[in-house]
T-cell receptor
Framework: KQEVTQIPAALSVPEGENLVLNCSFTDSAIYNLQWFRQDPGKGLTSLLLIQSSQREQTSGRLNASLDKSSGRSTLYIAASQPGDSATYLCACSRTGASYDKVIFGPGTSLSVIP | SQTIHQWPATLVQPVGSPLSLECTVEGTSNPNLYWYRQAAGRGLQLLFYSVGIGQISSEVPQNLSASRPQDRQFILSSKKLLLSDSGFYLC????????????FGPGTRLTVL
């Protein structure tokens, strides 16, 4: 059974700081890993999708890496801004008979202080 | 482009009343569809997913059910709501196969009193 964890659960940083969010998964047989952002009371917005054959993906100030062998992914946010404050979730899609299932981590709540 | 809709946006229901939440997707065909619940301060719990019309996989035993009467329509139902059914319900879609990106709707906030 795939389990996804995220560390830290909450993070508060001053504006302008670079930061790293961590995601771990127990079963390395995944198709992909996706990072999302959720603002309070809203749905999830897709940030980055990393296929199992890729090592990283970049979009603007965001960079996500994937290490399947160790069961880890990181989301790097450069030069953080108050608008980055949100909950960040990672999710992965398993290979095998249950490949249509997507399992989420509990999220990291990020607060960027002006 | 693809769009996913959920309604209602908010709902307040008494314990024991029925429930029907609807999700529709535009701009794609034969999507995989998902229902998640997010309880206060907790992560996303996968409730149901569907790979085609009439094909429903249930992840968590509970008093909820799901149906897919049309290709791009996914409905979450209950005959009698419990207090513990309160939460934020999210519908999502993605193209079939494990490699594809998942997209979410705006969610429905359900409060059971």
């Amino acid at each position: 059974k795939q389990e996804v964890t995220q560390i830290p659960a909450a993070l508060s940083v001053p504006e302008g700081e670079n930061l790293v969010l961590n995601c771990s998964f127990t079963d390395s047989a995944i198709y992909n890993l996706q990072w999302f952002r959720q603002d309070p009371g809203k749905g999830l917005t897709s940030l980055l999708l990393i296929q199992s054959s890729q090592r990283e993906q970049t979009s603007g100030r965001l960079n996500a890496s994937l290490d399947k062998s160790s069961g880890r992914s990181t989301l790097y946010i450069a030069a953080s801004q108050p608008g980055d404050s949100a909950t960040y979730l990672c999710a992965c899609s398993r290979t095998g008979a249950s490949y249509d299932k997507v399992i989420f981590g509990p999220g990291t709540s990020l607060s960027v202080i002006p | 482009s693809q769009t996913i809709h959920q309604w209602p946006a908010t709902l307040v229901q008494p314990v024991g009343s029925p429930l029907s939440l609807e999700c529709t997707v535009e701009g794609t065909s034969n999507p995989n569809l998902y229902w998640y619940r997010q309880a206060a301060g907790r992560g996303l719990q996968l409730l149901f997913y569907s790979v085609g019309i009439g094909q429903i996989s249930s992840e968590v035993p509970q008093n909820l059910s799901a149906s897919r009467p049309q290709d791009r329509q996914f409905i979450l139902s209950s005959k009698k709501l419990l207090l513990s059914d309160s939460g934020f319900y999210l519908c999502a879609w993605r193209r079939g196969g494990g490699y594809n990106e998942q997209f979410f709707g705006p969610g429905t906030r359900l409060t059971v009193l």
